[in-house]
């Protein structure tokens, strides 16, 4: 297919905001490309699938210097032009329309040319990378027409801006292959194509095992990461019995961090972060204690990785290890500074066969049998299984007096769901309300702060879309030994500005906070409606990313409740 044809749809989705239209748009496409199903990851602004997590590790100054080079303008135009349009994209097709009057081009890029030059981006290593970098886009640039190139760029600088999220791509999937009849039936195949996504993260796969009608094929594969499920909050520990059913399995809630735990036959352990990022080689330790003390040909088991105190031996928050998720240098240091516990708390796949619609008893039953627990190392999350709320408090009492976060609750008999936010177990937590949510801006500080970002616009998600929510400046530390301080997240966040004005920047959304408040107010200020009041950071979030953070839905909740 010619890459013109792909350009055409972003063209047409760009144009509209409305779901139902992109949704119409898509599905057309999809029709086309059933014999090239790959072509969905061009819509998605991707070259591979979702679970892949390999990325094309080109900035703007790269992007910069290729529209320079492929163009002959210097850089200094592309520059200008950027700081105008605010988007690289536009500035290349500007860049490219104004060349164009001079030279004809010819040459059509195919869609496999595309997918070829960029699939080849994230395996450059070494000497002459960038070189060789440089010379796959600049390849791509002098062939493109204006519109071609502002999506390349785009796509390479992962800011596609069409507005396509996972609900539109499974609900176009769902209007070509199934015409649904009514709402109803509308409804169920989004269901079935939701839950085939949740285990294949990968829209390719989906699209083509519907058209055959072989969904259920789609299977769980150990070494490839597959989403975690998600659980909602209960009120307390009577409303969780509501929720999952008594009696319940109740556990303590450990404040680190999830790990899935993949062994494929014959192979060393795996590790994905709820993100599907691989973090093997950030966690020897982890890889070393699951590894001895699981048995198992094949599993892909759930857990939560806690820090602890070397020589105190008492549990640290996530903040203090969440380092730990992204260094990629002194591994060793940190692992003996920053040591970990492994608390499994379910398993979903073991020695070839899927469990997810195995009761969670079972799935408890099996762990127990397969991990052998050294304390500091590998443990079984504590568990206690009642139907008494005397009993549920005392459990809650105690892990509160750990120093853990609250308590799950956990249905005995409900399967897993990867991917789902449902009630098949439950969080509990104590007051002392708080969200994940984005960073999308943020503002210099002055006099002693000067050079530093020291108040964040943060938002929450409204079906794809972003909605500010408050500023939040409290929290962070002066000093960087203190914890998560202002120069380490002001680092973070000047790598991807967007634009300035004046000391207020725009961050591309990837940067997740936990973020805690004392209440919530409607407010005409913020896109969303509403404002956090004394709001105050609590965490840097690396392992969560923008599909985990409070969506408005959960903020309207939470904000009816204090009325
Ligand atoms: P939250 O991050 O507040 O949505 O709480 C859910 C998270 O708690 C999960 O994603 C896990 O990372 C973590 N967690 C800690 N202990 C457990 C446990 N025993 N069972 C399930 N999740 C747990």
Request: hydrophobic share 35%; net charge neutral; proline share 4%.
């Amino acid at each position: 297919m010619d890459y013109q044809e792909v350009c055409q749809v972003y063209r047409d989705l760009e144009k509209t905001s409305k779901g139902l239209e992109k949704t119409t748009i898509l599905a057309k496409f999809l029709a086309k490309i059933k014999t090239e199903p790959e072509l969905i990851y061009l819509i998605q602004g991707r070259v591979f699938p979702d679970y892949d997590e390999r990325e094309f590790g080109i900035s703007e100054q790269l992007a910069i210097k290729a529209i320079s080079k492929s163009t002959g303008f210097n850089e200094s135009r592309v520059v200008s032009e950027f700081k105008k349009l605010g988007d690289l994209g536009l500035s290349a097709e500007k860049i490219m329309q104004d060349k164009r009057q001079s030279t004809l081009f010819s040459k059509k890029i195919t869609t496999d040319k595309v997918l070829a030059n960029l699939r080849k981006l994230p395996e450059l290593e070494g000497k002459g990378t960038v070189e060789h970098k440089l010379n796959l886009i600049i390849e791509l640039l002098n062939s493109a027409s204006p519109e071609e190139a502002k999506y390349l760029v785009r796509t390479l600088l992962a800011d596609m801006k069409v507005g396509v999220g996972s609900g539109i791509l499974r609900d176009a999937i769902v209007e070509l292959v199934y015409q649904p009849k009514d709402i109803t039936e509308k409804k169920e195949k989004a269901l079935q194509i939701q839950e085939a996504y949740d285990k294949a993260t990968d829209f390719a796969e989906v699209f083509e095992k519907a058209i055959l009608n072989k969904l259920g094929e789609i299977s769980l594969n150990p070494g490839k990461p597959v989403k975690v499920m998600l659980y909602p909050k209960a009120e307390n520990i009577e409303d969780a019995f509501k929720i999952v059913g008594r009696p319940a399995a109740f556990e303590f809630k450990y404040d680190g961090f999830r790990m899935m735990l993949n062994k494929q036959e014959n192979k060393d352990i795996t590790i994905f972060t709820r993100r599907l990022d691989n973090v093997t080689n950030q966690f020897p330790d982890a890889v070393k204690y699951a590894s001895e003390n699981i048995s198992g040909k094949t599993f892909i088991i759930d857990c939560e990785a806690v820090g602890f105190d070397p020589k105190t031996k008492k549990y640290r928050p996530f903040q203090d290890i969440s380092q730990r998720i992204k260094r990629k240098y002194e591994i060793e240091k940190l692992e003996k500074e920053l040591p970990i516990e492994l608390k499994i708390f379910d398993i979903i796949y073991y020695n070839g066969k899927s469990l997810i619609n195995e009761p969670f008893k079972k799935r408890r039953e099996l762990i127990e049998k397969i991990v052998k627990s050294i304390s500091y190392k590998i443990q079984l999350a504590e568990q206690l299984i009642t139907g008494d709320e005397k009993q549920a408090e005392e459990f809650y009492d105690r892990a509160l007096d750990e120093g853990q976060e609250g308590l799950m609750a956990k249905s005995l008999q409900a399967p897993y769901k990867p991917g789902a936010r449902i009630g098949y177990a439950v969080k509990i937590k104590p007051e002392g309300e708080d969200f994940d949510l984005v960073i999308t801006g943020a503002e210099y500080g002055t006099g002693k702060r000067a050079g530093w970002l020291t108040s964040f616009d943060v938002a929450c998600n409204s079906d794809g879309e972003l909605l500010d929510i408050g500023k939040v400046s409290t929290g962070l530390k002066e000093k960087p030994e203190e914890g998560l301080s202002f120069l380490e997240l002001t680092k973070l966040l000047k790598k991807i500005i967007i634009k300035e004005d004046g000391r207020h920047v725009f961050v591309k959304p990837e940067i997740v906070l936990t973020v805690q408040y004392q209440n919530i107010q409607k407010s005409p200020s913020y896109s969303s409606g509403y404002a956090l009041r004394f709001p105050r950071v609590r965490a840097l979030r690396p392992d969560r990313g923008i599909q985990d953070i409070a969506t408005l839905k959960e903020v309207e909740k939470e904000a009816r409740k204090e009325l």
